[in-house]
């Protein structure tokens, strides 16, 4: 079947379709196709609106309507609607239109059934992430209290609810930087410094939540190195703080102290980490 459409007084075009499942505009002055569309399996109608701006299909696998620019001479893909948001639009027409056949009042009713199915997932998936949103919070607020199991513990259920949601490095960090100071086991903490690290490896605040977390596990040349690599990003960063120039003699201090082999409880004293707490 074809349809014309002309945008213009000098120029006509042609579309066409056919079983091939393909849509075909054509410039009839130079006989060249323009535009093509495929995979739409066998159309078996199309129709280009009074105005020219709109060009619908219906076929084996739905309806489907495209935007028109005519002074492109293309489709604006960006417009594309799939049978489903088409069918959405035209639900009430075929349902209530006297003007629509019996046999045709049906056509649309799997894609009502498979675009609702879309809106309640959607819906689903909008509660979920909110859910999770607020769960994240409470192990910030956990964390920051030094309650480090019930922050894992309230972890592991988002991690349940919306196994695929990627958990962002400061709520990791939290739990890194809380659980050192809160004498949390270095073990564990240390895979929370990890994670967060891995998502944000230029944030030098993370690497010093590390830098203890390691110090206080024993590890004293990989904390020297977080606490090296924190003062070089907090030189070089745009980081503003009224005690930056106390934090930075204090790591400095660190890392003299570790360099001396000291060990690290002699440093990283219960009266120094209840400071950190407040820094």
């Known amino acids: ?90 639900w009430d027409y075929l349902t209530n239109s006297p003007e629509v056949e019996e046999q045709d009042r049906d056509l649309c009713r799997s894609s009502i059934k498979v675009l609702k199915a879309e809106e309640l997932a959607k819906k689903q998936a909008s509660q979920a992430e909110e859910l999770v949103k607020e769960k994240l919070q409470e192990v910030y607020e956990l964390a920051k209290k030094g309650d480090i199991r019930t922050a894992i513990a309230t972890l592991q259920q988002i991690q349940k609810l919306a196994p695929s949601f990627q958990i962002a490095a400061e709520y990791w960090n939290a739990l890194c930087w809380n659980g050192s100071l809160s004498g949390y086991a270095e073990a564990d903490v240390i895979k929370f410094c990890e994670k967060a690290v891995a998502l944000k490896p230029d944030e030098g605040e993370y690497k010093d939540s590390r830098g203890i977390a390691r110090a206080l596990a024993g590890d004293t040349a990989l904390a020297i190195q977080d606490f090296e690599a924190f003062l070089k990003w907090i030189d070089t960063s745009n980081y503003s703080d009224a005690n930056k120039t106390v934090r930075k003699e204090r ?19 219960k009266e120094l980490l209840e400071q950190l707490q407040n820094e």
Do not use: H
């Open 1 to 90: 079947m074809t349809e014309f459409l002309e945008p213009d007084s000098i120029l006509s075009k042609l579309v066409s379709a056919g079983v091939d499942g393909t849509i075909r505009f054509w410039d009839t002055l130079s006989r060249k196709q323009f535009v093509e569309l495929t995979g739409l399996g066998p159309i078996s109608d199309i129709k280009i609106s009074p105005d020219g701006d709109w060009l619908a299909a219906a076929g084996e696998k739905g309806m489907y309507l495209w935007k028109i620019n005519p002074k492109r001479l293309s489709l604006d893909k960006d417009l594309d609607t799939s049978m489903n948001q088409t069918c959405g639009w035209l």
């Open 251 to 269: 790591r400095q201090r660190w890392i003299e102290a570790l360099k001396a082999g000291k060990p690290a409880s002699t440093i990283f004293t």
